[in-house]
């Protein structure tokens, strides 16, 4: 198995499956990416208590996941064809970007625009 990490903006956040006697449990949370002039959904498993990490998590959230590559190989009998099938098991993930501050503008663009103003020091008030 290997581990790897993704980015992307949360797009659907699917409930939480049990499967089988020992109920196992898988959720599902797709990732869109915009390539401009196409869109790249990828699919990721939360598993067993992994589940519960993605309670936090919102359609348009944009998230780092940490995942791993798992691969299978599935045969229905001897004389069958041989199928192989791929799945990427989310481990953890944080958020990224920089969320605006109140009124839709960051801390930082506000005190550039200040320091922008020109000003003569006749004018100053004090």
Request: with cysteine; net charge negative; charged share 30%.
């Amino acid at each position: 198995m290997s581990e790897a990490k993704v980015k992307g903006i949360v797009h659907l956040v699917e409930e939480t499956k049990t499967y089988g006697a020992k109920g196992f449990r898988k959720r599902m949370v797709v990732l869109s990416q915009d390539f401009g002039s196409f869109t790249n959904y990828v699919p990721l498993e939360f598993t067993r208590d992994n589940c519960d990490l993605a309670n936090d998590l919102n359609v348009g959230d944009e998230i780092e996941v940490n995942y791993r590559l798992n691969g299978r190989k599935w045969q229905k009998d001897a004389n069958s064809e041989v199928k192989y099938f791929l799945s990427a098991e989310a481990m953890g993930f944080k958020a990224v970007g920089n969320p605006p501050a109140a009124g839709g503008r960051d801390a930082a663009s506000a005190n550039d625009a200040f320091s922008e103003v020109s000003y003569d020091e006749g004018d100053v008030p004090f």
